[in-house]
């Protein structure tokens, strides 16, 4: 396989009730492309923080998901109110979500640490009041 | 591929391990099945308890059914995307109309029982399931 195949996906930042749709569907089309099992779990999982994270603080933004040989590329842009302090962001446990999305089961600091656990690689550029990319990639 | 220890149903007496089905999971916690009944007599090897979803997408791994209080559509979307079978809701939380539509999407079984998350967990575990490939570092 020497081309790549990419699939893009619009997040509404105002509907929770609909996160996951991109993960979902990303999902379907890794299973169907047949890659290990292994891979697709770490994918979707990464997709999936991230797009809530789009979702709670950044009303929400663009992924894009890039599959080519023995990799998957991720991008979650959005135009939300970037993150002040990464070093931060990136701690277990560290949260700024509102109670609110606690209720909703989320907001326990974990989305930017599981996406880095759960990825090979991530890098997160960000400027305040302009927003948010983050890239990720999965290595196969 | 590596090879995953699960540990399964777990009887003291022989150390042996066996594996359960989503009916047995149902009956142990007297708890009826909302979607999926086709899919009750596949078989399960763990569990997790927990109404804080960040913390089952950063903890749990191998595991097939999770047992919940907190009921909206990003509990099916967890459980999807770490391949769970089955989802227990627990204190007779009802999921929308929604909710069983997708997970009859994903694939999963949707189970409720009126019973609170202590005692679900416990009769879980009193059947034989545990929670996972982590259960053997404690014993």
Not at chain 1, 15 to 29: L, M, P, Q
Not at chain 1, 60 to 83: N, R
Not at chain 1, 84 to 103: F, H, L
Not at chain 2, 11 to 24: D, L, Q, Y
């Amino acid at each position: 396989m020497s081309d790549s195949l990419e699939f893009k996906y619009q997040i509404d930042g105002e509907d929770f009730a609909r996160v996951g749709h991109a993960s979902t569907d990303v999902k379907k089309k890794l299973k169907m492309m047949g890659l290990p099992p292994d891979v697709i779990r770490r994918v979707s999982i990464a997709i999936y923080e991230g797009e809530i994270n789009m979702v709670i603080h950044a009303y929400g933004g663009e992924i894009t998901v890039t599959i080519s040989e023995g990799d998957v590329k991720m991008v979650l842009a959005d135009k939300g109110p970037g993150i002040p302090d990464i070093e931060k962001a990136m701690t277990a446990g560290y949260s700024t979500a509102s109670e609110s999305v606690r209720n909703l089961g989320f907001g326990a600091g974990m989305g930017l640490p599981n996406m880095k656990k759960y990825t090979d690689s991530i890098e997160i550029e960000t400027e305040l009041g302009v927003g948010t990319t983050v890239t990720m990639h999965v290595k196969f | 591929m590596g090879h995953a220890i699960i540990l399964t149903q777990y009887e003291p007496e022989t150390g042996v391990t066996k594996a359960m089905t989503i009916r047995e999971a149902m009956e142990a916690v007297h708890g009826t099945v909302l979607s999926g009944e086709d899919k009750l007599d596949l078989e399960v090897h763990s569990a997790c308890g927990s109404d804080m979803m960040s913390d089952v997408l950063a903890f749990v791994k191998d595991q097939a059914i999770l047992v919940t209080g907190l009921c909206n559509p990003q509990v099916i979307r967890t459980a999807e995307m770490i391949d769970m079978k089955c989802v227990l809701f627990v204190r007779d939380k009802n999921p929308t109309q929604d909710m069983l539509e997708l997970a009859e999407e994903a694939g999963i079984v949707v189970l409720k029982t009126g019973h609170r998350m202590f005692n679900s967990c416990g009769l879980l575990y009193a059947a034989g399931l545990r929670g996972g490939s982590d259960y053997e570092r404690f014993t």
